[in-house]
């Protein structure tokens, strides 16, 4: 049996650390712009959009780390730094003694509406606005093969909204 890693190729090492550098500057592009405008990061920023748009604007804390695909201690910083703002609050849920739910309050959804046109300003800068929209299709049916590849479903998975 060989256990020789499979090195990347020359042309593989290049995609992959332009795949790397990008992703860094875009993430830092992106942290920036909201620091700017609103004074929280990227990931912040997307709990607020997930809780705007789900019912009642809540979701259960373990529903919200698997969207944000982070850890529970991490969503349960980032909820308490945002609920101290008074953009979220926590409530108990009735039916699982556990089980919390995140709200988006009044003022965590005047902050997202008031941030939203500089932060897709941001995006359609930094991406939509260099690629055709051939590339933009083909991005998003490559980051979705590789979305779906690492998130196994099987018991055990070792994803981080399980830790």
């Known amino acids: ?28 592009h992106l942290d920036r712009q909201l620091q700017r405008d609103a004074g929280m990061p990227h990931v912040y920023y997307g709990l607020l959009v997930k809780l705007a748009e789900s019912p009642r604007r809540r979701l259960r804390m373990t529903e919200l780390a698997k969207y944000a695909k982070i850890t529970r201690s991490r969503l349960s910083h980032a909820v308490a730094r945002l609920e101290k703002n008074g953009w979220v609050r926590r409530e108990d849920c009735p039916s699982d003694k556990r089980g919390q739910f995140t709200i988006l309050t009044d003022e965590g959804y005047e902050v997202l509406h008031r941030t939203a046109p500089g932060h897709v300003n ?6 939509f606005d260099r690629l055709t929209p051939e590339q933009q299709k083909s ?10 590849g690492l998130q196994p479903s099987g018991a055990g998975a070792d994803l981080p909204w399980l830790r």
């Open 1 to 28: 049996m060989n256990d020789e890693p499979r090195w990347l190729t020359a042309e593989e090492q290049l995609v992959w650390r332009s795949y790397i550098e990008a992703a860094t500057l875009l993430e830092d």
């Open 122 to 127: 941001a995006v359609r800068q930094a991406v």
């Open 139 to 148: 991005l998003g049916e490559i980051m979705r093969i590789v979305a779906e």
